[in-house]
């Protein structure tokens, strides 16, 4: 499997190319196009009891959608739900990555994919604790709102990044949540809430916008929720 970016960093497409009989395992609904011949089976992978796990938990689709190319191969373009870049993971064996709730929408077949508790930190980061560990050999793709930044570590450097804006990091690294301000005083005049702490060696992944902050936004302009009327209130009207 070999990827592809195109209309990147806004909207990005990404297309697999698959040799023969090779297969690619895919969120719900990410498919865009693919070429003739392609076949796809749709399945709670792992079963039922790992399907709800990772539907409620890490906030993926119930199914997991296999598709696989012709004899001759072939190739399919996916993308993500938000406006934004997509980055490709290179997945090597005793290196395996968590990928926060809501980014993964492929992996190459010798890539297993599971639900993963992200710690403590994560559950009360404001994201919800649960993601992705993506493990293996190959290559994992992931969508993000907005751009694509990538921190390489090195050891003892230290990092701080707010918790909506982690995408993926190695799981061997260590990090440390914290509020952003020192004290609940300062942070919330700041307007930010909690942060990670990463500490290299090894490799963070961030987007750079928070869906979070966009979801609270759209839910405040909202008609039901404005008093003048919507987006309509904000020039006047």
């Known amino acids: 499997m070999q990827t592809q970016l195109r209309h990147n960093p806004s909207f990005t ?45 890490a906030g993926e689709s119930f199914f997991v959608t296999t598709y696989t190319a012709p004899a001759d191969g072939g190739w399919i373009d996916m993308a993500g739900v938000l406006p934004g870049d997509i980055a490709v993971i290179d997945i090597a064996p005793g290196r395996p990555y968590f990928l926060a709730k809501g980014n993964w929408i492929a992996n190459a077949a010798a890539v297993q994919i599971d639900t993963q508790f992200g710690g403590m930190a994560n559950l009360f980061g404001g994201e919800g604790g649960f993601g992705v560990r993506a493990s293996g050999s190959g290559q994992a793709v992931v969508s993000v709102y907005g751009a694509i930044d990538v921190f390489d570590l090195q050891p003892g450097q ?11 990091y190695e799981l061997d690294m260590r990090f440390e949540m914290r ?18 702490d990463f500490t290299g060696p090894g490799r963070v992944l961030l987007q750079t916008r928070n869906p979070s902050a966009f979801a609270q936004w759209a839910g405040s302009v909202a008609p039901g929720n404005n008093p003048k009327g919507g987006l309509g209130g904000m020039f006047g009207r």
Do not use: C
């Not at 990404?14 to 089976?41: C, D, K, N, W, Y």
């Not at 230290?158 to 993926?168: E, F, L, Q, S």
């Not at 509020?179 to 990670?196: D, H, I, T, Y």
């Open 179 to 196: 509020r952003a301000g020192s004290g609940m005083l300062n942070s919330m005049k700041s307007g930010e809430g909690f942060v990670f």
């Open 13 to 57: 497409v990404a297309r697999a190319f698959l040799g023969p009989r090779e297969q690619i395992r895919m969120e719900g609904g990410a498919m865009m196009a693919h070429s003739q011949g392609v076949t796809l089976e749709a399945r709670a992978e792992g079963g039922v009891l790992a399907g709800l796990k990772r539907s409620v938990l």
């Open 158 to 168: 230290v990092v701080t990044i707010d918790t909506g804006h982690v995408v993926a």
